[in-house]
């Protein structure tokens, strides 16, 4: 079965702090891994995808097959980072997209 | 960049109505559209795939006499809501498929009195 498990629901850091945002996921194939992000009042939007292999404002995301993880990461946190961030999966070359739960990130100051 | 409209953002209607909700992509042709539900606080579930000019594909649990899905055209993708019951309030988003990527609607709060 396809699933995606992001375990905290919020996530609270200060300014400058670095952050990780985990995903895990279940899948019997070779899926394919975003992170999409919903700011606030504004519609969900692509931030990256595992295939891209880039680095997007300033976040940074690697597919560990072995943990099964998708974990994403920023070494310094901003305050504009403060967003829903949903880990998804797709079949390798497929586009229907299984979500996570969400995490908020709080990024006070 | 690729633009998806969901109209409406929200609707009140009273039980055993019907709501239609429409996904336009706006500067690109899709044949492809997605529908999900969010609860409040979960996920996005997909409910259907709705392909232009045939029939939508539904996710198991998701009857389709239920939630009617017509995609007549490249640009536009309907979720009607058929005789809606309280249970059915919730958040419908619609995704547009463009070159291996997907753009979101800004979704429909729908609310069954």
């Known amino acids: 079965a396809q699933r995606v498990t992001q375990p905290e629901k919020l996530l609270s850091v200060f300014k400058g702090a670095p952050v990780e945002l985990k995903c895990n996921y279940s899948?019997?194939?070779?899926?394919?891994l975003f992170w999409y992000v919903q700011y606030s009042r504004q519609r969900l939007q692509l931030l990256l995808r595992?295939?891209s292999r880039e680095s997007i404002k300033g976040f940074t995301a690697d597919l560990n097959k072995g943990e099964t993880s998708f974990h994403l990461k920023k070494p310094f946190a901003q305050e504009e980072d403060s967003a829903m961030y949903y880990c998804?999966?797709?079949?390798?070359?497929?586009?229907?997209?299984?979500f996570g739960a969400g995490t908020i990130l709080r990024v006070k100051s | 960049g690729a633009v998806v409209s969901q109209h409406p953002s929200w609707v009140i209607c009273k039980s055993g109505t019907s709501v239609k909700i429409e996904c336009r992509s706006l500067?690109?042709?899709?044949?492809?559209m997605f529908w999900y539900r969010q609860f409040p606080k979960q996920s996005l579930m997909l409910m259907a795939t709705?392909?232009?000019?045939?029939?939508?594909?539904?996710e198991q649990g998701v009857e389709k006499d239920k939630f009617l899905i017509n995609h007549a055209s490249l640009t536009l993708s309907t979720l009607t809501v058929t005789s809606a019951h309280p249970e059915d309030s919730s958040f419908y988003i619609c995704?547009?498929?463009?070159?291996?990527?997907?753009?979101f609607g800004s979704g429909t709060q729908l609310s069954v009195l």
């Open positions: 998804a999966l797709s079949g390798f070359g497929g586009n229907k997209l299984v």
């Open positions: 500067d690109f042709q899709a044949t492809t």
């Open positions: 709705s392909n232009e000019g045939s029939k939508a594909t539904y």
């Open positions: 899948y019997s194939g070779s899926p394919e």
């Open positions: 595992h295939i």
């Open positions: 995704s547009a498929l463009r070159q291996h990527s997907v753009f």
